[in-house]
């Protein structure tokens, strides 16, 4: 099967030229030895010696926590056979082999691509640092030549590829120039042979050819500088997606593990991840509308939520709940003002839910504040709640049912912190609120 990213990408070389003047020559090692050295030790729970990764001989490398790869890294952060690495003409190769958390060189998701001395190589969250055991710059110098200039660091990777909208566009483009540029060689032969008798047509001619090239080479340059920073700025949002989906994903399922358990738990690690990948997306989002990193940032704002909320309810501290989801609920309509007005429907779902599911939680805090202040329903207690506050309460409890039943696969599945919360009022607030509903009915004095 043809692999799709070949439609997009086509490396272009200048065959043609010679080496002479301005020209350079490389003398690179044409069977390099390397390694990947980790960056982030903390993040592997194996012995030191996985933190280098031996790029030798010419056989390929893959890179897992499973035993079937050929170099294992006990991380969780890996797939079982997350990258293979490949000897090329000069470096080494990196391909991405279907993982969970993609593979990252230079900040940029990558499907394969040729690897640069010094390139950062990260595999999910885990960062590596490619290097040559002999860099071209360093082969250059042993070999007694000339030593060439060390190459910037790439971070758009365009030394290794040039993105010109498809294989066919940029065939289209090349043979355009190849069109305009064979007339103007065969019109110098013509007139070298002519001699000095057609000397002006002959620079006339040139001129009008020279222009055509000239005009042809701005139209493109021109579509270039338009199009190229529209279709960078794409990529960070789309990177940013991603990266948000992927914390996302993570937080949910750690979520699992702290419902089901009764012991005190810390939500620090979920709270650090979450407020980076919320602080990317408002960055983007601040500039640019985009439904999908909306909801996505929505939806982790409420993860964060969750996580402040519970602890603060379990203590009683409903002021700074209150303050809590009076914050959220800020926060959450200037994130609906960045979903285009012409989204498709359901686009940025996430955005309406979340906002919903404020309204429940402001019910919840009302219902938990009544048993906070009225916990006994008895003739015996000095203090009974106003009847209107009664009546107030029983009005959005109605409100709670409809929100509670709407939403309720968000709360099953990605919001089970919340959704125990929920079930804690059910189980306690509700029944005191009905309570006190049936003994002020009944003792109207």
């Not at 949910?252 to 407020?275: E, H, K, M, P, T």
């Not at 209150?322 to 498709?344: K, M, Q, S, Y």
Request: hydrophobic share 40%; glycine share 8%; proline share 5%.
């Amino acid at each position: 099967m043809i692999d799709p990213n070949h439609d997009r990408t086509m490396m272009v070389r200048d065959t043609a030229r010679k080496p002479g003047a301005g020209a350079v020559v490389k003398a690179v090692s044409r069977d390099p030895d390397g390694k990947l050295i980790c960056l982030d030790p903390a993040q592997i729970d194996g012995s030191p010696a996985q933190l280098i990764v031996p790029l030798t001989g010419g056989e390929a490398v893959t890179l897992g926590r499973g035993d079937a790869s050929t170099f294992v890294v006990a991380s969780r952060k890996l797939s079982r056979q997350h990258a293979k690495l490949f000897r090329g003409e000069g470096t080494w190769g990196v391909e991405d082999l279907n993982s969970t958390n993609g593979v990252y060189v230079n900040g940029h998701k990558i499907t394969t691509i040729w690897l640069k001395h010094n390139d950062e190589v990260r595999l999910g969250s885990l960062a590596f640092r490619f290097e040559l055991d002999r860099p071209p710059a360093a082969a250059s110098a042993m070999g007694g030549g000339r030593a060439a200039p060390a190459a910037p660091h790439d971070d758009d990777l365009s030394e290794r590829t040039m993105m010109v909208g498809s294989l066919g566009a940029g065939k289209a483009v090349l043979e355009a120039v190849r069109k305009v540029e064979a007339p103007i060689k065969l019109a110098i032969e013509d007139d070298d042979d002519a001699g000095e008798e057609r000397g002006p047509s002959r620079f006339g001619g040139l001129l009008v050819r020279g222009s055509i090239v000239a005009a042809l080479l701005a139209a493109i340059g021109g579509a270039a500088a338009v199009y190229y920073p529209i279709h960078k700025k794409r990529q960070y949002v789309e990177q940013a997606v991603e990266r948000s989906a992927m914390v996302r994903k993570r937080v949910i399922d750690r979520a699992s593990q702290y419902a089901g358990g009764g012991q005190a738990v810390s939500f620090d690690q979920d709270l650090n991840d979450l407020a980076e990948a919320v602080a990317d997306g408002g960055r983007l989002l601040a500039t640019e509308q985009n439904a999908a990193l909306a909801d996505l940032t929505a939806r982790m704002k409420f993860l964060t939520y969750e996580r402040e909320f519970l602890p603060l309810l379990a203590k009683g501290d409903l002021t700074s709940v209150r303050r809590l989801t009076d914050r959220l609920a800020a926060d959450l309509d200037g994130i609906a003002t960045r979903v285009p007005a012409d989204a498709e429907p359901g686009s940025a779902e996430g955005v309406a839910i979340t906002r919903e599911l404020v309204k429940l939680a402001r019910i919840l805090i009302d219902l938990r504040a009544l048993s906070a202040e009225f916990p006994q329903v008895s003739k015996l207690v000095p203090n009974h709640p106003p009847r209107d506050r009664i009546h107030a309460l029983e009005v959005v409890k109605l409100d709670f049912t409809r929100i509670r039943r709407e939403t309720n696969r968000y709360l099953s599945v990605d919001y089970v912190l919340f959704n125990s919360a929920v079930k804690s009022v059910e189980d306690r607030d509700l029944p005191l609120l009905n309570q006190w509903k049936e003994f002020l009915g009944s003792n109207p004095a």
